[in-house]
């Protein structure tokens, strides 16, 4: 019988009594494990975090909790080689995609156990030197963080097991709030055996992490106005929680991934190393983790006398791309993580090519996996398509509209400036991450101030360094992730400016000397 | 009859076709101007903000923006005469009042002008030093803030018709966005007189400020990603504004200013100037405004040793002071701004009285007051309540989490220590301000870590200092405005944090010395 999955909660592991929900290999469509959701009231949940987790992080300095996030990142790169196996079973990955999830979140854990010691010992965070209420006032005004006293609820995304759990767990832990996870549940494997691990090895105080497995079930009915909701997956969920009675009335904090539709835009001066260096990411972002990462490149803009080039050269690298069952290690490509992710990307192509050729890949295709029977498995193989002339400036045209969460991506020609280029970025309302590749520092320049509006993160790509850029859909802890508009307003990581999300920032006034003394501690 | 007041649209002043509403004097209920309400689409306005004004705004440096909000500031302080009579007429404000407001947008104008000069030629605001986005990597990543490509949209309260359009409109202008502000139409008279001042000049560029006169209309349906919502006033209205559907749909930005039961805690070994002090600001804080200030004091914590002290020195206090019509200059607080507010203020005192016993004050005190004749004018006189013993504590006791936004606060008995006064003050789900009074440092230590979470802004006195304290209801522009939960969860002012709201946070990804000549320039 495959393991049952039990939720963490309270301080002990509790079985769910919802039906099972099967965890299957997408691959081979063969249950690992089931999951139950649980049917009582999670308030009790939520108050013992608050109540015992809260107060026991922060009881702990900045350096400790720092410790903390050491010895989980040490524990999962000691189990590093058996997580992987779970990832690939239960994720559809590649032992690649499995690494870049992994390593993604001790890369997490390890920035911010590092950043934790640069923190001081007191109790909050100074952000500013206070300066005078006004002009000769004896009086100043200077800003501090301080941890919120609530929970932070994380409700991630099926792509990102690890990262997206251990990524969002580190940075509250250390700003000093206690978290309660919910993985989404079809590749909740992964997170569910890293929290045992944790468990087992009792890393963190009583309280601080807990595991919700399976449905959400009331938990935002019990949500109040000190605790955060950190969520990643699809703009509609992401506004039910953000238009939820409950986190309205309260003025829960929320914090909101949503989809991205994420454009490249290739310089008109691209050539030699950066040329590569386009196809190379491009190839990469379309076929990493089979395209389900929020930070995938949806659109590609390409000048016109670039144009045959790089379709042309994208098509021929994407030949002899190996997809099939990820356990067999000569695979590049694994499958989509659901039946359900799989019908959706399937009609969400359908909807492109309302505005877009079909260039590359069959939607339909269902045989010639590597390891894999026909009809079997949640296959997609790479679909690149190239957007109708009439329709590539056109607002509701779907590459604009419409995110197709999977290897899928649309190429629109543009006339090289800036000026097109930013008007059809802004056509997606708002991404996570937009991409130039080019040299031209002016034109560079512009597209800091024109794009970056409409971005969490740009990604700048030149030639004299094309052989150190990492492609664009890799995130890191030092940079923000999240964007404005349709990628839900977000801000993650960035570094000292994540822990923002999880404390308050209050402005402290009182007398000068007063208020250094108080700050400085004793 | 009765001067109508246009709104300022595309350039142009433009007549309102809806109902007029009038505009009283609310001492003597005279009718001082009219305002109707736009019927057509607002959708226009919004385009010719982000169209016309957001590119000639960008087309300027922080400098040159920063010399806009200096000449209005000049503006401002010339006609600042004129302007008090209007606020005396129309906002029932003492001349008192009405300068804390006028001079309040002054200071706010100034102060950022100010910083305008310290913030380089870029068209970007560096945030920090670029990083290596992993050790030994030749790519760094550091953020910039770019203003955001749409219209700041201020809708303000009827209470600080001066301060709340001038200060938001100072910051989103510095920042590089357009301004579309809606006045609270009661008091709106000195808001228009404002427009019209700045209008006459010249001194903003074409589409960078528009004024709507009257309700919203179908401003909300027309938001788009890049726009900004600042919204000051109830937390009703601000619930409707975060969860109207379009808002919610294109991830706008919002920024709310709701409801704050406000706190003071006076510790328990206050004494001597510093217990001066505290009485002094708490009249100042029932008094001013006729207490209709969101940071205004609602919930006085007062240990159980100095209560007696306290309460009879308050009440004392507040025996010779002159109500009335604030046009006469020996009167120290006018009424409320509408028969409306007063119509609210006595029904929350009702609830109030379910948990306390009023102390002072007659709710229905309808005449003798200063040039008034009986039963005319919306008239309040300062109201205090004990909070009933056993209701102190209690999470549902209406002076917890109904405001009354009128002269009235309520006194509640603590033990003094910084745990009880924790557990009150977050009863009140999130606030603007807190205070506390004390000399203990570990006590005042304690306040920051404890009570800061609720807080927007903390203020702390101490004997030494007692004569420059300032009430903690006066907003500088150095120090945040905003609090979590109930009070909104916003965040404004605070100096260079308060340009965020405004700009988006961008992460750049580049090789190092290609990130630093891009963001040095040429």
Redesign the interface.
Known sequence: MAEQLDSFLQGSWRAGEGAPTPLVNPATEATIATVRAIQGSLADALRHGREVGGPAL?AMSFAERGELLERIAKLVHEQREHLIDVAVANGGNTRGDAKFDIDGGI?VLAHYAELAKTMGRE??LA??EA????RN???R?G??L????GVAIHINAFNFPAWGMLGKAAVSLLAGMPVLCKPATSTAHLAHRIVQLMVEREILPAGSFQLLMGSAGDLLDHV???DVIAFTGSQGVG?QI??HPVV??????VN?E?DSLNAVVIGPDVDGELFDLVIRDLVVELTQKAGQKCTATRRVLVPEALFERVRDTLVERLADLKIGDPSDKAVRMGPLSSAAQLADARKGIELLQQDAELLRGDPRRSEGFVGVAPERGYFLEPIVLVAKPERVAAPDAAFHQHEVFGPVTTLLRYDGSIAAAAKLL?LG??SLVGTVYADD?EW??SA??EL???????????E??AG???SPGCV?P???HGG??????G?EL????GLALY?????????AS??A??LE?K
Chains 1, 2 share one sequence.
Do not use: Y
Request: proline content about 7%.
């Open positions: 922060r890369a109790p909050w952000l500013d300066e005078p209420i006004f006032s004896k009086i005004a800003h501090v301080v941890p919120r006293h109040g106005p000190q506004i953000k238009t309205v009335a309260r003025g829960t904090r909101l949503a802004a309302q708002g520092r560079l320049r800091i101030a970056g509006p409409w971005l969490g993160r740009l990604v700048i790509a030149s004299k360094f150190a850029s990492m890191f030092v940079a923000n404005p508009g349709r990628a839900g307003g801000e960035g570094g000292r400016f404390m308050q920032r209050v402005a402290l006034q009182s007398g007063q208020l003394k108080l501690g």
